[in-house]
């Protein structure tokens, strides 16, 4: 019998160094758009100065919004600002030890 071929993925999986350009890139990314401001919000992770936090951005998206509609909803947003907000998200949750 002949060998059996194993099937590849069609999907690339980045190197290393890719990853790390990738997550550098979202770190300076999510820090120039998201801060915590004492007062606003209580505290919580803001957008750009506006009172959208990072979590209401997440409930939209969790609750099955697009970003085309959360753009029109929001037109002070920028798409950048949800990425953005995923980012720190996804940020905090590889800090994190939840399970």
């Not at 194993?6 to 990853?19: I, N």
């Not at 920028?78 to 996804?90: F, G, P, Q, S």
């Amino acid at each position: 019998m002949g060998r059996r071929r194993r099937a590849v993925s069609p999907v690339a999986v980045p190197c290393a160094r890719e990853r790390q350009a990738d997550d550098e890139f979202m770190t300076i990314e999510w820090r120039e758009r998201i801060k915590r401001v004492p007062g606003v919000r209580s505290g919580q992770p803001i957008i750009r100065g506006l009172r959208i936090t990072v979590k209401d951005v997440l409930g939209f998206l969790a609750s099955g919004m697009t970003v085309a509609e959360i753009l029109h909803d929001f037109p002070e947003l920028e798409e950048a600002d949800i990425h953005a907000a995923l980012a720190y998200a996804a940020g905090n949750l590889s800090d994190s030890s939840a399970a």
